[in-house]
């Protein structure tokens, strides 16, 4: 059982460039989640995917841009990277919106922006 | 608004001793409550969580944690710690029909043999 993968494992980027963070999940899942983690901030929201074909704005959205681009996969974009979004980035599922069905955590994505 | 205090950002314990994660809650809903699990370079996993049933939580891997509504407080317990428990922990916060999960700064929990 795969889960959710999260791709790539690590990236470093100049400032100003671009990049997708993928993620994937096999579990038949209805919501994904994108979330960054900070040191001594604990997990923020940045976006969300209720259903396929539905986004939302979470915590921080700001500087990013999301795709849902079928139920399996939900992708993150930074379009001009700043240092500000070095971070660990994790996407996570559940079966469905509501905290009583659990979340599915990818193992991050650790993102260097200089 | 939800909130989540973990009132310690490090505990060190001896192998074979108790374990206790302290977690305090705000939320103007009835809540729901997790704790998950963090190793090193790994995703998330969830420990247990709290739905408004029984107020004493069992989880995986020996761990426990009680719901007190009067104390606004949720905190992990286990009666002896082992090596492998060397982990961030997290407490979690929601409501009961929301998307988004409010997560506490984390606590770093050190094991010594």
């Known amino acids: 059982n795969a889960g959710v993968t999260q791709t790539p494992k690590f990236q470093v980027l100049k400032t100003g460039q671009s990049m997708t963070l993928q993620c994937a999940q096999d579990m038949n899942h209805n919501s994904m989640y994108w979330y960054r983690q900070d040191p001594g901030m604990g997990l923020r929201l940045i976006y969300y995917?209720?259903?396929?074909?539905?986004?939302d704005k979470g915590e921080v959205p700001n500087g990013y841009n999301v795709s849902r681009l079928n139920k399996r996969e939900f992708s993150l974009r930074l379009e001009s990277a700043a240092p500000s979004q070095t971070s660990v980035y994790f996407c996570a599922s559940s079966e469905f919106p509501g905290i009583n069905y659990g979340y599915t955590f990818g193992s991050g994505t650790r993102l260097t922006v200089v | 608004a939800q909130s989540v205090t973990q009132l310690d950002s490090h505990v060190s314990v001896s192998e074979g001793t108790p374990v206790l994660l302290r977690c305090n809650y705000s939320?103007?809903?009835?809540?729901?409550l997790f704790w998950y699990v963090q190793h090193p370079n790994k995703g998330l996993q969830l420990l247990l969580k709290y739905t408004s049933a029984a107020t004493l939580v069992k989880g995986i891997n020996g761990f426990e944690a009680e719901f007190k509504k009067s104390e606004t407080s949720f905190h992990l317990t286990k009666p002896s710690a082992h090596m492998s428990d060397a982990a961030e922990y997290f407490c979690v916060v929601s409501r009961e029909y929301g998307n988004k999960l409010v997560f506490g700064a984390g606590t770093i929990l050190r094991v010594k043999s």
């Open positions: 939320s103007s809903y009835s809540p729901s």
């Open positions: 995917s209720a259903s396929e074909g539905t986004t």
